[in-house]
């Protein structure tokens, strides 16, 4: 029992990496990974590799087709429950049946309940599965799924870089690169997420182009969409801020109070909302397909979104501002342990150790 | 070779352990173990252990005499080079020649020029000496005293408590209590140090006791002294504090501006000295034995003394307070990696992963 529950996590720990593979392509959809094993090998292997793609089970399928494997008497496995509808493409769960797999070895349920009830299917058709294997995992890969299917709205990553002393800018309003070490995370971060959301005066202050980098990389990265929450509109008098730049191919919502809006500004990938207060924010957002907001400041809108969020990923330099802007200044009360309950999960120091990285994860109260 | 320094490492690492014992209890002198080792195992063990005691070279001589063994052609491990005059006791350096050992692995070198030289004493006397075995960890166990000898000045340590926005007190000045899992570290700290300073506020608004607690401990710890930086000397017109209580065996050091010295206060363990400038403060201190300060705050008395600071221990709690005192709110101005380089050394995530500590080393210049 031992050896096949090992056996049992060692495939999905590979489904798990091949999902991540989708990660930030395929959103609002989860990311999933799908790996068919026959005889102790591997036959087959799959991804959900972007919107309204071929999910995870048919491209392993598929895989194990294209090499002349038998699917016959095989196990899948696969990090979320395979859907029983009609979506874009026709359900996993006939193809799994067809295919003569007899065991599927699932990661978590989807709680999605237009996905249908694929755990049901399978078992009527004599298939054995088996639930929650690696799920702790799995729903960390899954999480912005798992939040947005069941709320309607977007997970929430707070992001901020701050001295020792809390400080996210100095006097004079610098913000620029307090942390440098560790900004592949924050690419890697930006990558993952469906939309960055910044306050109209980052956008003035430091121009941010919000687009994802990374110095190895050498093909254009997707690029998520930016939300600028910009109360008086003063962005959208100024077309030439580097957000509003097309050749990022993305959408720029500017929520906003003004009435006057797109009036001086006319791009078409640029779409201006009438609210601007947080939760009503986020549930457009949600409205609109936004299944993740990476929150990037400043203070304010730190201050704002602390209690909406779902996990803040909060860099560290070593050194000391003493006076300046505070990350969470405009916060109008205490935040204590029992308001927002946040865990530490992990933590990375930079390689010259200046810098750290602390990720803490709101524990919903289980 | 290779088998020889794995021997040595091991050996000297028993001896850096044996020193730590000696943690607290020896200042200003250092922490020293020592090992001796004959045919492979090992006959002698020991460890300074409290100021003016005997030293562990003579510790670890006895002990082998007790045992019964005879010193002739060992080799003795220690973890600072062996002392060569006169002074609250006799020279190592003859107890080792005497005892017929013929070799000598040292951790670092004793830069105290009162040492005398005990490596060419030994070397002279026909003794192998091998130098620098995991000298950077005999460097941190001696750190104390190894700035103390050669600037005269106490090693000083920053420790403070602070939510992520770096906020040491709320808006209405309520400090006590930000981090509550790790204070276990915090009674370490107090305990290696020989002197605590806070300034007058903390000391009105906290009350503190600042002595050693450990849960698990019976018996009464050492307190290490208590400075007090108080300008106006507010602190002197109360006696009742419970930093003045006798029962914790310290002295209480008040630096203070004021002229009417001594004239509310007259207790015995009680010493008023009048200044209070960072740099001069540390500077009596160094001249009155105290080679180590743990700076325990407030905000004020932290950004006066950043600069000076060689170690700082940051406590951080996973909450906000977004309005409040910030831990250096009262630096005059921005300090940079180029300023102070700080390195962070090691971070600890407390049990519940609410509490994180960062532990961050000024590098000295090389």
New interface residues.
Partial sequence: MRAKKLQDEYFMKLAINLAKKGLGCVNPNPPVGAVIVKDGEIIGKGYHKRYGGRHAEREALLDAKRKGHSTLGATLYVTLEPCDHYGKTPPCTDAIIESGIKRVVIGTLDPNPVSGNGLEKLKKNGIDVEIGILEKDVKELTKFFLKYITTGLPYVTLKYA??????IA?EDGNSKWITTELRKEVHRLRKTHSAILVGANTVIKDDPLLNVRFESSKTQLKNPKVVVLDKEGVTLNNPSFNIFRPEFSREVFVFTNTAKTNSTLALDHVRILNETEPTKVLQILGKMGVDSVLVEGGASIF?QF?QFSDE?Y?F????????GK????????????S???????S?K?SK???E?M?V?KRCSPE
């Fill in positions: 701050a001295t020792l002393d809390g400080m100095d201050s602390l803040i909060a560290y330099a070593t050194k000391t501002f003493g006076v505070s990350v969470f200044q405009n916060l109008s009360r205490k935040i204590e342990h308001d927002i309950n946040f865990s530490i999960t933590v120091v010259s150790k200046r750290l602390v803490m």
